[in-house]
């Protein structure tokens, strides 16, 4: 049936999303070697909006301790500065006039199991969307008025295997992201 498949596809669209936004996150999650991903919640006032910093800026890494962000205008140094002190991110950045430098600090061993207990936080968010999706796909599949009680029935395993692989990818997710913060 053309409904039963179509709740099936939003389904597994959202559930797609909810692993898609773990990653996101994870990559939010400062392990102890330096990304462009860290300062993606950096957001610049360029000439009065605030500006990912991705689009006023080339963000480097020389190193895995380093982030090198050269601003596309040089007068923007300042307020990059600014936005990424802002931002709250645990960083001091330095410029020499043409480059702002950010060293990241090393990492200690209480830090990375609080970054872990958030990597598991984020992780039982995406399962709880993932769960919200299968009631919500559920609730659909009962609802459609032409589908025998067989075919529904069929339909809503086919939810649950669904939801069974995602959550499986969001368990492996946060099992590499747990190895990868817990490394030195």
Avoid: C
């Avoid at 999650?29 to 462009?36: Q, S």
């Avoid at 890494?61 to 990059?80: G, V």
């Avoid at 060293?103 to 992780?123: C, F, G, H, N, Y």
């Avoid at 939801?163 to 492996?172: A, P």
């Amino acid at each position: 049936m053309e409904e039963l498949d179509l709740i099936l596809e939003t389904t597994k669209e959202q559930m797609q999303g909810s692993v898609d936004h773990l990653n996101v996150a994870f990559d939010k999650l400062r392990a102890g070697k330096a990304t462009p991903a860290m300062l993606s919640s950096v957001r610049v006032d360029y000439y009065g909006s605030l500006t990912p910093l991705s689009q006023v800026a080339n963000v480097n890494t020389p190193d895995a301790m380093t982030l090198s962000i050269q601003p596309w205008e040089k007068n923007l140094i300042y307020e990059i500065e600014k936005a990424i002190v802002n931002a709250n991110l645990g960083f001091a950045p330095s410029n020499n006039g043409d480059t702002i430098i950010i060293s990241i600090p090393p990492v200690t061993e209480e830090r990375r199991k609080e970054l872990v207990k958030l990597a598991k936080a984020d992780m039982e968010t995406a399962k709880i969307s993932i769960r919200n999706a299968r009631k919500d796909a559920n609730t659909a599949l009962k609802n459609v008025k032409e589908a025998s009680e067989d075919l529904v029935k069929d339909y809503e395993t086919r939810v649950q295997g669904l939801t069974d692989k995602f959550s499986k990818t969001l368990e492996e997710a946060l099992t590499k992201k747990e190895a990868e913060i817990m490394k030195v």
